[in-house]
C-alpha cells in the first residue's frame, strides 16, 4: 500500500529546495523535466513508497525551490552542483537517482563530477543532438514569460502551454510537426500551466541550460554506474543511438517497450540493486523551520497539523514573542513576505497558509471550528506557547474565533481590514466573493481569477460594481504580487473558497466579545473595506484604531510600536 506524499523543504545555501516525499527505508531521488515540478514524479513517488524513501525535487527555479543567481547565466554544472548540495542537505551520502528529460543532463554532469554519490544515476530520454548549439532554436523555444499588469500574459502563457502538447518544436506549428498524441485532460493541463506559472521568467533557466550543455563529450568521463534509458513512444528515444560506442565500463543502455508498469518494474529493479538498504535504512529529511536561513532570507517548512500539512513561512530572529500572521484570502502569504521580514525584527516571525491554500492541505471539514483546531495545532507543533497574532482581510473573523478559543496564549491582536458582514451580506458574499475558478480549456479561469484579485484592490467586496463599493484608495495592483496571488489560489482552486467560506459563517461581532488582549484595529478613512473598524473598537474590551499606512514595512513599524506597549 503506497503512503502518503508529504511536502518539504531542505536548506540549500542562501535558499530552499523544495520536495515531495513518501515511504520508509533506504532514499531514492527523482528529479523532472522542465518547466515541471515534483508534481510531475507524485506517482512515482507512491509507487516506490512500499519499498525506498521515495523523494522528488523541484530543480532550483521550478516548483517551489529558490531559483540560481540570474548573474552568471545558469548552466548545466551550476544546476549539478545544486543537485550535490540538495542531497548533502538531506544528510544523504549516496543513493540511486533518476533524470527525466532535462534533468538528464543536470545527472549526467552530476555522475561525471561526484561519481562518489552516486549509486547509479538513470538518465531516461537524454538529448543528444548533433552539431553546434542552435540559438536561434532556444531563443524561439524560449520566448520569455513576461508577467503583464493588463494580464494579457495569461492567454499567451496558457496558449504555450496548450502547444507544448501539440507540436515539436511548440512554435514550429506544421503538418511535420504535429505531434501524434490525443489532447491532454483538464487535471494534466491544469497541473502542467501551474508549474509554467510557479517557474514564471525562470521556466527557461535549466532549460535552455540543458539546450546549450554538450553532453557527448561527458559520456566517455563516467566512472559511476550509469543507466542510458528511454521508451519507445519518447520523442527522445533515437537519441539512444547516438551515445558513444563503446561506453565506459560500469554505463549501460536500455531501450524499453511503450509499457509504463515494465518501465516502473525495471525502475524498481535499479533502486533495489543499488540503494543502500543498510546504512539509510531509517533516513528522515530534516526540519528547515528548526535551523532557519540567515541573512534576513524568509525559511519556509511545513508543519503537521494531524489534520494535514500547513505551508509555514518564518522571517526574523530574536528572543521577542512570536509573531504569527494569516494572510488575506484567496491566496496566500508568499505575495507578503517583505511585509513578514519588516515583522520580524528582534523576533520571529511566522505566516501560515490557511489550510486549502497554496500548498497547505485541505480539511476534510472545512468549518470555522476545524480552521480554528488546525491553527491552533500549528501553534503547538512550531513549539509557540504565547503568541501576537496578525490578521488581514477575510482571515479576520477566523483570527477573531481564534483569538477567542485560544484565550492569553493570544497575547496582542491586529485586525487590517476587519471584515464583520451582517447575516445578509454574509450570505450574499458565500455566493459571489469566490468565481467558478474551475480550470477550462479555454482557459477563461486564469482571467476570471486575474481579474477577480485586481478588482480586489479597486473595489470592496470586488464584485460590486456600484459607487458605494469604490475604494477611494490608490489601488495596489503590482502584475507580480497579483501573479503569485493568482497562482496561489489557483494551486487548489477547488479549495480556495475553503477558508472563505468558514470566516464567513463566524459571527465576527459577537466574537469580539470572548476577545480579552490588547487589539490593534487599522482604519482608512474613504476605503469602504474598513467600514467595520469603528464597530470593531467599540465591541472589544481593549480596542485600539490607528490610520493604516500603506506601505508594508511602515505598517510593521507600526504594529511593532503597538506590541511594545
Known sequence: MSAKVRKGFVNVGAGQVHYRAAGSGPPVILLHDSPRSSVLHEPLVEHFSDRFTTIAIDTPGYGNSTPLPPEPRPEIGDFSSALAETILGFGVERCPVYGFHTSSKILLDFAAN????????????????????????????????????????????????????????????????????????????????????????????AYSAAMRYKAVPVVPTLSARCVFMAREDDVLYAFLDALPDPLPDGSTIERLSPDRDAWKARLGELFNDYADHDGAGDFS??????????????????VDTGAGQILVRRAGQGTGRPIVYLHDLPGSARADETFLKALGQ?????????????????????????????????????????????ADGMSTPLALALAGQAGNR?????????????????????????????????GTHLHRCWHMLRDQAVHWPWYDGGVGAIRKITPDIEPQNLHMRLVDTLKQWDHAGDAIAAALSIDGKACLTDVSAPTLVFETEEDVRYRWAGDAVNG???GTAAARPADPTARARAILGFLAN
Open 114 to 205: 561526484h561519481p562518489e554519490r552516486v549509486a547509479v544515476a538513470i538518465m531516461d530520454g537524454l538529448s543528444l543532438p548533433a552539431g553546434d548549439t542552435d540559438h536561434a532554436f532556444i531563443n524561439s523555444y524560449m520566448r520569455p514569460f513576461k508577467v503583464t499588469g493588463t494580464g494579457s500574459y495569461l492567454g499567451e502563457e496558457w496558449t504555450r502551454v496548450r502547444d507544448f502538447q501539440r507540436w515539436f518544436p511548440w512554435f514550429a506549428k506544421s503538418k511535420a510537426t504535429r505531434l501524434p498524441m490525443a489532447q491532454r485532460d483538464m487535471k494534466y493541463m491544469q497541473a502542467y500551466s501551474m508549474d509554467l506559472f510557479m517557474a514564471g521568467p525562470h521556466f527557461s533557466d
Open 285 to 302: 529529511p530534516p526540519d528547515p523551520l528548526k535551523d532557519p536561513l540567515g541573512g534576513g532570507a524568509v525559511t519556509r517548512g511545513y
Open 346 to 390: 528582534g523576533r520571529p516571525a511566522f505566516g501560515l497558509d490557511l489550510p486549502g491554500c497554496n500548498d497547505s492541505d485541505p480539511l476534510a471539514q472545512p468549518d470555522a471550528a476545524s480552521y480554528a483546531t488546525a491553527l491552533i495545532a500549528a501553534l503547538d507543533v512550531l513549539g509557540l506557547d504565547q503568541v501576537d497574532l496578525v
Open 410 to 442: 493570544v497575547q496582542h491582536l491586529v485586525l487590517d481590514g476587519v471584515a464583520l458582514p451582517d447575516t445578509d451580506l454574509s450570505a450574499e458574499m458565500k455566493v459571489n466573493y469566490l468565481p467558478d475558478l474551475r480550470p477550462q480549456m479555454d
Open 540 to 542: 472589544l474590551a481593549n
